[in-house]
């Protein structure tokens, strides 16, 4: 009889085994692990050791990351429109009063001025103060051989009251500036 108790527990033994095995695969799917099972026809109990595994947790896919894409310029967006620079600061140039004074035959004041630079475009302005009151009178000037003439600037006696006038004549071009010292003129 003990033979065949040997016999019955070497029979039995790979089945216990192909059992827990089983046993363990189920368990696994469900988290748990199976018991050890004993031999109902042994009279010793059969362990068998099957390997344990524990259920990792699932986890959530960790995020990525996202591009955005840029916006291309499509035909219908205007391009961004360029502010040009601001033209240069005109240049300092030196006016000078080569004359000016009463005219008594023509009853007015005229004064003669020049431009220390040669160019077509600028205009001179010639105005008298006097206690307080402005009188001007303006000209294209005109380039010669080594300045810019301003020619004659006149102011008829009529806008004029007798006194000493201070005379200052101003040049302005696109490229040239500049205001001479004044000068004085008498009117009778």
Same mark, same amino acid.
């Given at each position: 009889?003990?033979?065949?108790h040997?016999?019955?527990v070497?029979?039995l ?7 827990a095995?089983?046993?363990? !695969?189920?368990? !696994?799917?469900?988290g748990? %692990? #199976?018991?050890p099972?004993a031999?109902?026809?042994s009279?010793?109990p059969?362990? @068998?050791?099957? #390997?344990? %595994? ?6 959530? &896919? !960790?995020?990525?990351?996202?591009s955005?894409?840029?916006p291309? /310029?499509?035909?219908t967006?205007?391009e #961004? @429109?360029?502010?040009?620079?601001? /033209?240069?600061a /005109?240049?300092?140039? %030196?006016?000078?009063?080569? =004359?000016?004074?009463?005219? #008594?035959?023509?009853?007015?004041? $005229?004064?003669?001025? =020049?431009?220390?630079?040669? $160019? ?6 010639l105005?008298l ?33 007798s006194? @000493?006038?201070s005379?200052?004549?101003? =040049?302005? !071009?696109? %490229? ?5 010292? &004044? ?6």
């Amino acid at each position: 009889m003990h033979r065949a108790h040997g016999r019955a527990v070497r029979l039995l033994a790979p089945l216990v085994l192909v059992g827990a095995l089983a046993g363990c !695969s189920l368990g !696994s799917a469900n988290g748990t %692990t #199976p018991a050890p099972t004993a031999s109902a026809t042994s009279t010793s109990p059969v362990v @068998t050791s099957a #390997p344990t %595994t524990t259920s990792t947790p699932t986890r959530a &896919p !960790s995020p990525t990351s996202v591009s955005t894409p840029t916006p291309t /310029p499509s035909a219908t967006q205007p391009e #961004p @429109t360029q502010v040009p620079a601001p /033209p240069p600061a /005109p240049a300092a140039v %030196t006016v000078t009063i080569s =004359y000016g004074g009463w005219v #008594p035959a023509a009853a007015r004041v $005229e004064v003669g001025a =020049y431009v220390g630079v040669i $160019e077509q475009t600028g205009t001179c302005t010639l105005t008298l103060t006097r206690s307080g009151r402005s009188v001007t009178a303006s000209s294209t000037a005109a380039a010669d051989a080594s300045s810019t003439s301003c020619g004659a600037l006149v102011v008829p006696g009529s806008q004029l009251t007798s006194g @000493t006038w201070s005379a200052v004549v101003a =040049y302005a !071009s696109p %490229t040239s500036a500049g205001t001479s010292t &004044p000068t004085e003129v008498v009117v009778p």
